[in-house]
């Protein structure tokens, strides 16, 4: 399908960032699912090669290029490449991370963490799930009490991207525990703070080169300049910074459908039974012919939202609506795709049974599906909505 989406200097990025993922990460993908983690080596080349803090002002070291359609690229990339896993380090900073970084620090606060987040001599994370408190973030028990110019930390996360790989890691505490969402603030906690620790590395059904692991926070002493905005202001934060966390999520989405569908149907072009190519058989046809046509048509709503997004003009319910129809689709897509695979489709060296495997949580990350249809509910209900649509 066509898209105007991107103009010779996104595409000469897109074949900079190809580039990449073939002599960086594709020759080491195998090794780094088994061992459970990326060799940081690769995150500090990516940052070299310009593919770090795109949207950094150039004061900081960055590109000083806020184009979120940067970002687009290497997810459908990664995806095209089918190694999701060893680059969701890069897609998880940069789209992710960032923007609590930009949006929420003082001028000091950037100017000591940003460059660093460019070069990748700094890997970041965001910690907000609890062992106790999953989408419901009002209900987080880590807690953090102001003592003598620190923030006294104490509790634990789980699910944490880049765990055990980052240098620092934006934390959702909780600084007025008698309150729900109003008592939330965000803190930064950097490698080396006393009480901070990492558990063990989280075994998954997917993703197994993304590390995802626990922290803990035991009396953990965070200086209070590393506190994001004012206390009491980290929901409101969190949830402003979610819209893109979740249209980023629906850019890899519908980017992963659409990369198993173009090797499905490769692999009908190729595949005989009873004599014939699989593709020739109607099932086969009319199996394809509506993912071809779903895929197609999602991909023109997340173009739509890609642009509104640049624009400044993406609702939360407009995040919420695309993060939950495309995730499902991927797995509608990944599902019956395998099954034209027959027998094929169960091995692990066919690149759709792990696709397969690592699409699975995209319906449950970033709050699940069930929380998104939830939020697009409350926008239909609420008397503000008026005319809009």
Known sequence: MRRDLFDETHEAFRGSFRAF??????????KWEAEGRVDK?????????????????????????????????????????????SGMCITLHNDIVLPYLLTATTHEQRARWLPGMVTGETMGAISMTEPGAGSDLASIRTTATLDDGHYVVNGSKTFVTNGLNSDLVVVAVKTDPEQRHRGISLLVVE??????????????????????????????????????GEPGTGFTTLMRNLAQERLALSVSAISGA??????????????????????????TKFVLAELTTATEVAQV?????????????????????????????QQDVVNRCLQLHGGYGFMQEYPVAR????????????GTNEIMKEIIGRSIDSPARGDRG
């Open 21 to 30: 993922v073939r002599a960086e990460i594709e020759p080491y993908h195998e």
């Open 41 to 85: 080596a690769m995150f500090r080349a990516a940052g070299e090669k310009g593919f770090l803090g795109m949207a950094v002002p150039e004061e900081y070291g960055g590109m000083g290029e806020p184009d979120f359609r940067y970002n687009v690229i290497i997810s459908e990339e990664l995806q095209r490449a089918n190694v999701i896993g």
């Open 191 to 228: 490698e080396g703070t006393p009480g901070f620790t990492r558990g063990r590395r989280l075994r998954k059904i997917g993703l197994h080169s993304q590390d995802t692991a626990e922290l803990f926070f035991d009396d953990a002493r965070v200086p209070a300049a590393n506190l994001l």
């Open 258 to 283: 659409r990369a198993v569908l173009d090797w499905t149907i490769a692999y009908c072009r190729e595949r005989t039974a009873f004599g014939s190519r699989l593709s020739s058989f109607q099932n």
């Open 301 to 329: 709503y997340v173009d739509h939202l890609v642009r509104r997004h640049l624009a400044g003009e993406v609702e939360a319910e407009d995040a919420a609506k695309a993060k939950w129809w495309t995730t499902e689709l």
């Open 355 to 366: 696709a397969f495997l690592d699409a699975r949580v995209q319906t449950i990350y970033a």
